[in-house]
């Protein structure tokens, strides 16, 4: 009996790191194929909003107890920390960093964690073995950040925004995740998080409005994608084919960041064709360190 008991433990423990490492890790390629197509705030806000209230109403379907008025602050705090703070500047920063970097960058969250709880009086210390496996962990991403970092003589300190941005989303992350342990207790787990969501995904998606996200997502000619990953602007219905790069096409106000306009062969067949060499949405398809574009 204890034989099964420990190979059915083993095989749970298996299956769990497998499911985080596939749905974890497939999140953030999925966030890379989203920019392509919604802004960074508006993507992330639908997206808890959805999640939030699919999983708040199933958790009502089946009885599950509110939490108390007393906890509606913490959770709230939570919910910005983790999902406005933590998950909009990782959309944000995938404008520009490949997923799979981003993926590795996100993986240092403990570091963060770790630094917090060494700064608290009551916080937790790590063993040695812990210590040595975040040391482990952090050479591995300079690793990979390797070629870009040596090559800063061609890279200003503006080139490294999206890898800044998801440093500060493990800040983020890191704090919520401690806040949320010290402050929100006495509740269903699930029913904590739906809430964390609803609150987050509203206000992700009144700050996607009000910086002008909307007219963008509504008048952006979907891309035609190719089996190759790549993707070619739709027609600009609005421009007649002679008439070069159409501008009717373009976003009013987002993004803020200066942007470009050149012609090309497919602008003269009436396609929009623009340079973000300063970053915005959507994404320049090749990477900002010149690999893979996912």
């Not at 993507?43 to 509110?66: D, E, K, M, Q």
């Not at 008025?69 to 705090?77: D, F, T, V």
Request: hydrophobic share 45%.
């Amino acid at each position: 009996m204890q034989d099964a008991a420990e190979s059915r433990r083993t095989f749970l423990v298996a299956l769990n790191f497998a499911s985080v490492y596939t749905l974890w890790g497939s999140t953030y390629l999925a966030i890379r194929f989203g920019v392509q197509d919604l802004p960074p705030a508006l993507l992330a806000g639908t997206r808890f909003l959805i999640a939030g209230a699919l999983l708040f109403s199933w958790l009502l379907v089946r009885r599950v107890p509110l939490p108390p008025r007393s906890l509606l602050l913490p959770i709230a705090i939570t919910g910005m920390l983790l999902l406005f703070g933590g998950n909009y500047l990782v959309t944000w920063a995938e404008l520009t960093v490949p997923s799979g970097l981003a993926a590795v960058i996100v993986a240092n969250l403990p570091f963060f964690v770790a630094a917090i709880e060494a700064g608290r009086k009551d916080g937790e210390r790590l063993s040695g073995t812990g210590v040595l496996g975040l040391v482990i962990g952090f050479a591995g991403m300079l690793v990979l950040m390797w070629p870009k970092l040596a090559s800063t003589g061609h890279h200003g300190l503006g080139d490294f925004r999206g890898e800044f941005a998801l440093l500060a989303a493990n800040l983020c992350w890191a704090y919520g995740s401690v806040y949320a342990r010290r402050h929100i207790r006495g509740i269903a787990p699930l029913m904590g998080v739906a809430l964390e969501m609803l609150i987050a995904g509203a206000a992700l998606t009144l700050a996607g409005l009000l910086l002008g996200e909307a007219p963008i997502t509504i008048s952006r000619p979907a891309p035609r994608w190719r089996w190759d990953g790549s993707s070619s602007p739709a027609p600009c219905a609005a421009t007649p084919p002679t008439s070069g790069c159409c501008t009717t096409c373009r976003p009013p106000r987002y993004p803020r960041t200066p942007t470009s306009t050149r012609s090309s062969p497919s602008s003269s067949a009436g396609f929009c064709s623009t340079s973000r060499s300063t970053g915005g949405w959507p994404p320049a398809p090749e990477s900002s360190s010149g690999g893979s574009r996912w």
